[in-house]
T-cell receptor, first 115, second 113 residues
Framework: NAGVTQTPKFQVLKTGQSMTLQCAQD?????MSWYRQDPGMGLRLIHY???????DQGEVPNGYNVSRSTTEDFPLRLLSAAPSQTSVYFC??????????????FGPGTRLTVL | EDQVTQSPEALRLQEGESSSLNCSYT??????LFWYRQDPGKGPEFLFT???AGEEKEKERLKATLTKKESFLHITAPKPEDSATYLC??????????????FGTGTRLLVSP
């Protein structure tokens, strides 16, 4: 199993540009989520999905869109990048958040810089 | 409001010098408490999940314990390869809180030979 994979590893954007951060998992996990990590702050939830076709907002969703058309993939879209979105982005997945098997496994991250 | 506080922010140990990291939390119904290790430039790596007060889990030189208000990560006879940032997170269990993990800001551990 590759676990949770993310691409790209690094990205530099100009203000106003759009891009998609890719996330995939091969563990047949129902739950997937996106977090951002900023210096001096804990990881914060952006969006999450409890299954294909079902997504919802986390605590910092503004400026980001998600969709989940398959169990395996959960892309994060930045429609118009802003410098405040400079961060490290992590995708995570778990079997199911309300079951006893609710441990979330994280991908390697994407480091995004917006100029 | 759900909150996690980790202490100390940074810890420097000599190889073999045992110590403990603290994670204090306030949460509306605890569904689980998680410890992760994060190396520079990498994603958090899962270590332990604890579900109820009194529970303990061990892995090599690490032992995690849980009470109703805090968790400890005990490191026995650490080695330089244990140097990393250790993250604590809680999963609230009330209302829709179970959809997220609430993270602390981590403890940066440096173990010198």
């Amino acid at each position: 199993n590759a676990g949770v994979t993310q691409t790209p590893k690094f990205q530099v954007l100009k203000t106003g540009q759009s891009m998609t951060l890719q996330c995939a998992q091969d563990m047949n996990h129902e739950y997937m989520s996106w977090y951002r990590q900023d210096p001096g702050m804990g990881l914060r939830l952006i969006h999450y999905s409890v299954g294909a076709g079902i997504t919802d907002q986390g605590e910092v969703p503004n400026g980001y869109n998600v969709s989940r058309s398959t169990t395996e993939d959960f892309p994060l879209r930045l429609l118009s990048a802003a410098p405040s979105q400079t961060s490290v982005y992590f995708c995570a997945s778990s079997l199911h958040p309300t079951s006893g098997r609710n441990t979330q496994y994280f991908g390697p991250g994407t480091r995004l810089t917006v100029l | 409001e759900d909150q996690v506080t980790q202490s100390p922010e940074a810890l420097r140990l000599q190889e073999g010098e045992s110590s403990s990291l603290n994670c204090s939390y306030t949460v509306s119904g605890l569904r689980g408490l998680f410890w992760y290790r994060q190396d520079p430039g990498k994603g958090p790596e899962f270590l332990f999940t604890l579900y109820s007060a009194g529970e303990e889990k061990e892995k090599e030189r690490l032992k995690a314990t849980l009470t109703k208000k805090e968790s400890f990560l005990h490191i026995t006879a650490p080695k330089p390869e244990d140097s990393a940032t250790y993250l604590c997170a809680v999963q609230p269990g009330m209302n829709t809180g179970f959809q997220k993990l609430v993270f602390g800001t981590g403890t940066r551990l440096l173990v010198s030979p």
